[in-house]
């Protein structure tokens, strides 16, 4: 991410002209930090760096090597969980992946407004702007569905490959792979108040001939007044690269075809359902192509697993699901996890092979339950 010189730039533009001497900052998801210490050397007084994972301590050891320590406070938590002492005049977060519809990234950046954010402040990023197009991605295309199609004869594999064509996938597409225009699915603004969710109706034009095999999405971002950046594929390549929703085969575009696309992004639990539904017209009202596409179809769930989240489902834990229990009861702040790893390996013997695999366990969920 630091060495994407489109998108590091952009944001060491944006804290550079947006933070005056004597603010306060929120950086959320900091990872290494280097957006706090250029809110530091913007002139912050204060900076609040968020950020789950083990990496807060090299940001820790950055920010002293740097002279910030004083000047940087580090919360390693979930930024919905963190209660900060002071309300703050930025909020500096790069929490996407392929796009900003990641995980709960939306719901946290929300959270800190509501809860972080003073009178008058801003959010870097401002607002994202989902672009989508009609492309031709042959080689890509075949990576998804040759194996399926041609690589074991006389084997009928269509349900893997009814799977495949209905997932959303990772790509990285050039400006030459465009059949169509860019257009705007949506805009994601967080200084208002943007639903986890995403509905867009496209009307696509063909500007050339070719032979299309779905849609890319990517977006562009405004982080402060004119500074910003795009993950599209007119751009410099960046690190998100673009989101690809293949069609259920190709088809055969002429330069002036419309293209209509209705398209949906619905957030269920982290992750998001994509539905996609494509009409190409044909000639005399009729339709050259039509497929109506979901990221459900293309989830592998057995009918066991589904069962386990019926709203009727009695559950009764395994053995597996009784020794979590053991370990977590155990954490009661009177034994060590040697003592509590021992206890275990001794109960549950059929679920740690050894004293190693219950440590191991133990220490697991210590990490991520205990204070």
């Not at 209905?166 to 994601?188: F, K």
Request: aromatic share 8%.
């Amino acid at each position: 991410m630091i060495g994407d010189s489109a998108r590091f730039n952009a944001y060491a533009n944006a804290i550079s002209r947006s933070v005056r001497a004597g603010d306060v900052v929120a950086e959320i998801g900091c990872g290494p930090a280097l957006f706090s210490l250029l809110g530091c050397r913007a002139g912050a007084k204060c900076v609040y760096a968020i950020e789950t994972e083990d990496i807060i301590d090299v940001a820790r050891q950055i920010a002293a090597a740097n002279g910030f320590a004083d000047r940087i406070q580090f919360f390693q938590d979930d930024s919905r969980k963190v209660e900060l002492p002071e309300r703050v005049n930025a909020i500096v977060s790069d929490i996407r992946g392929v796009l900003p519809l990641f995980d709960g990234a939306l719901a946290s950046l929300q959270d800190a407004k509501k809860r972080f954010l003073a009178p008058n402040g801003i959010m870097i990023p401002r607002r994202d702007v989902l672009k989508a197009a009609i492309i031709e991605a042959e080689k890509a295309y075949l990576r998804l569905a040759s194996p399926w199609k041609t690589c074991v004869p006389q084997v009928e594999l269509a349900i893997p490959l009814q799977l495949a064509l209905n997932t959303a996938h990772s790509i990285t597409v050039n400006v030459e792979q465009l059949i169509s225009e860019p257009e705007e699915v949506c805009t994601l603004d967080y200084m208002g108040n943007p639903g986890p969710d995403v509905l867009g109706k496209l009307a696509f034009r063909a500007k050339r001939n070719g032979t299309a095999h779905g849609i890319c999405l990517w977006f562009e971002t405004e982080l402060y007044q004119d500074i910003g950046f795009s993950s599209g594929p007119e751009s410099p390549v960046t690190i998100y690269g673009q989101l690809f929703l293949p069609w259920l085969e190709p088809v055969v575009i002429e330069e002036g075809q419309a293209i209509l696309v209705d398209l949906q992004a619905n957030q269920v639990g982290k992750d998001y359902l994509w539905r996609w539904e494509t009409e190409v017209p044909g000639a005399n009202g009729g339709k050259r192509a039509h497929f109506r596409q979901s990221s459900f179809v293309g989830a592998i769930v057995s009918s066991r697993t589904l069962r386990r989240h019926a709203t009727d489902h009695i559950p009764v834990l395994t053995a597996e699901g009784e020794a979590e229990r053991f370990l977590l009861e155990a954490m009661d702040g009177r034994a060590s996890l040697e003592e509590i790893a021992k206890n275990a390996a001794e109960r549950f013997p059929k679920v740690y092979c050894s004293h190693e695999d219950a440590f191991e366990r133990a220490s697991e969920l210590a990490r991520k339950f205990s204070r």
